[in-house]
């Protein structure tokens, strides 16, 4: 596939039965200050619809916001899905309310990287740069 040109490019997205998107709304709105193509799904989303809105977007990363306590059955599903869909290249992290002790079994089943709601969004910025995709050498 080679080296992706252009912005990095986010899908942002608040899965479940959650409808707080707040916090959603503003991670996506800290990305695409900084440059980044955000692709916002809104809320109530199946992991299905988030994983084809993805791979649609040809999105270099998945972002999920979590409030609802659901988050070890949502993520692991986004990751099966893209295993299934040949899209494991995209990486996804996350935030909301995810207990310490559930952040290690998350990062295990190939989650990125969680932000704690104490996370700021240049913290946020920061590592979606250093950890989405390789940077690419214009010299």
């Not at 199946?46 to 993520?75: C, K, M, R, Y």
């Not at 494991?88 to 309310?97: P, S």
């Not at 740069?129 to 214009?138: G, I």
């Amino acid at each position: 596939m080679g080296v992706a040109a252009g912005p990095i490019r986010v899908v942002v997205a608040k899965p479940g039965l959650d409808g707080h998107d707040r916090g959603a709304k503003v991670i996506a709105r800290a990305l695409r200050d900084a440059g980044m193509e955000v692709i916002y799904t809104g809320l109530h989303q199946t992991p299905e619809q988030i994983v084809a809105t993805a791979i649609q977007e040809d999105a270099d990363a998945i972002g999920l916001s979590i409030l609802s306590g659901a988050h070890n059955t949502l993520f692991a599903a986004v990751i099966a899905l893209l295993k299934e869909r040949d899209a494991a290249d995209i990486l996804v992290f996350g935030g909301g309310i995810i207990p310490e002790g559930d952040i290690a079994a998350l990062k295990e089943i190939g989650v990125a990287e969680i932000f704690t709601p104490g996370a700021t969004t240049g913290a946020i910025v920061e590592w979606v740069r250093a950890n989405v995709r390789e940077p690419v050498d214009l010299g």
